[in-house]
């Protein structure tokens, strides 16, 4: 599970890269528009998590630039704008789910996940085949 994180600020970033890969998922970490535009369209990312206060250029920015070219990345806007109407500009822009600072980081964690089923089409937590099922939040094979 690759992950860019798209976050200006270092203490809640690295944070969040510790929480992401805690959980068993491989994270690219970038701190500006520019950069978050660059590296989606050289990257192949499972989901991206959108901060919406980036320096050079918004998040709001980044997001309607990667769905006017056409991308499916499913998208978490992590702000801290927290109003309803933030919220509904973010998903009506083209967010895939919408998360307001301060968080705990086991939610943000499912929400990538919830967002990773939902691409894979299964709607359960569990992988299975034959006999073998793998449990990725449990981090279990049976």
Same mark, same amino acid.
């Given at each position: 599970? =690759?992950?860019?994180?798209?976050?200006?600020?270092?203490?809640?970033?690295?944070?969040? =890269?510790?929480?992401?890969?805690?959980?068993?998922?491989?994270?690219?970490?970038?701190? *500006? $528009?520019?950069?978050?535009?660059?590296?989606?369209? *050289?990257?192949?990312?499972?989901?991206?998590?959108?901060?919406?206060?980036?320096?050079?250029?918004?998040?709001?920015?980044?997001?309607?630039?990667? =769905?006017?070219?056409?991308?499916?990345?499913?998208?978490?806007?992590?702000?801290?704008?927290?109003? $309803?109407?933030?919220?509904?500009?973010?998903?009506?822009?083209?967010?895939?789910?919408?998360?307001?600072?301060?968080?705990?980081?086991?939610?943000?964690?499912?929400?990538?996940?919830?967002?990773?089923?939902? =691409?894979?089409?299964?709607?359960?937590?569990?992988?299975?085949?034959?006999?073998?099922?793998?449990?990725?939040?449990?981090?279990?094979?049976?």
């Amino acid at each position: 599970m =690759r992950i860019l994180l798209i976050e200006d600020d270092a203490m809640v970033g690295k944070a969040m =890269r510790q929480g992401l890969q805690k959980a068993g998922m491989s994270v690219d970490w970038v701190t *500006n $528009g520019r950069a978050a535009v660059l590296a989606l369209a *050289n990257g192949v990312y499972e989901v991206a998590v959108l901060d919406l206060g980036l320096p050079g250029q918004d998040g709001m920015e980044v997001l309607k630039h990667l =769905r006017s070219g056409g991308s499916e990345i499913p998208v978490i806007i992590a702000s801290a704008r927290d109003t $309803g109407r933030d919220a509904v500009q973010g998903l009506e822009a083209g967010a895939d789910d919408y998360i307001s600072k301060p968080f705990d980081l086991d939610e943000l964690v499912a929400r990538v996940r919830v967002q990773l089923r939902r =691409r894979s089409g299964t709607g359960s937590p569990l992988l299975t085949v034959g006999t073998l099922t793998l449990d990725p939040s449990g981090r279990r094979v049976t």
